[in-house]
């Protein structure tokens, strides 16, 4: 089973940028999706990007879009997602999941298991 664990959290003020890493260990397919899903307290768990491992492709949740990049390291089984011109609106745990055997890009959390335990950004004004 993969197993992905999210790392770069962290303080930064608005403006500013964060790039975090999701490493999954386990055997990973071509046919996987790997998600960044975001959830403040008392909010919902909201889809925020995703990429697919074989090709690359990608998608993105309005509200990241032009600011956010998400992109992967096969050789390395990473996903990243680099954020710049954080928003205060942007401070969230962020997750990273894996979605299995998908012919598109899911962007709702039931599709997705194998979740890492979140990483805390905080955007300061």
């Known amino acids: 089973q993969v197993q992905p664990v999210e790392s770069g959290g962290g303080l930064v003020q608005a403006g500013g940028s964060l790039r975090l890493s999701c490493a999954a260990s386990?055997?990973?397919?071509?046919?996987?999706?790997m998600g960044w899903f975001r959830q403040a307290p008392g909010k919902e768990r909201d889809f925020v990007a995703a990429?697919?491992?074989?090709?690359?492709?990608?998608a993105y949740a309005d509200s990241v879009k032009g600011r956010f990049t998400v992109s992967r390291d096969i050789a390395k089984n990473t996903v990243y997602l680099q954020m710049n011109s954080l928003k205060p609106e942007d401070t969230a745990v962020y997750y990273c999941?894996?979605?299995?055997?998908?012919?598109?890009?899911?962007?709702?959390?039931?599709?997705?298991?194998?979740w890492g335990q979140g990483t805390q950004v905080t955007v300061s004004s």
């Open positions: 999941a894996v979605a299995r055997g998908y012919g598109y890009l899911p962007r709702s959390s039931l599709n997705y298991d194998s």
């Open positions: 990429i697919s491992w074989s090709a690359g492709s990608t």
């Open positions: 386990g055997r990973t397919f071509s046919t996987y999706a």
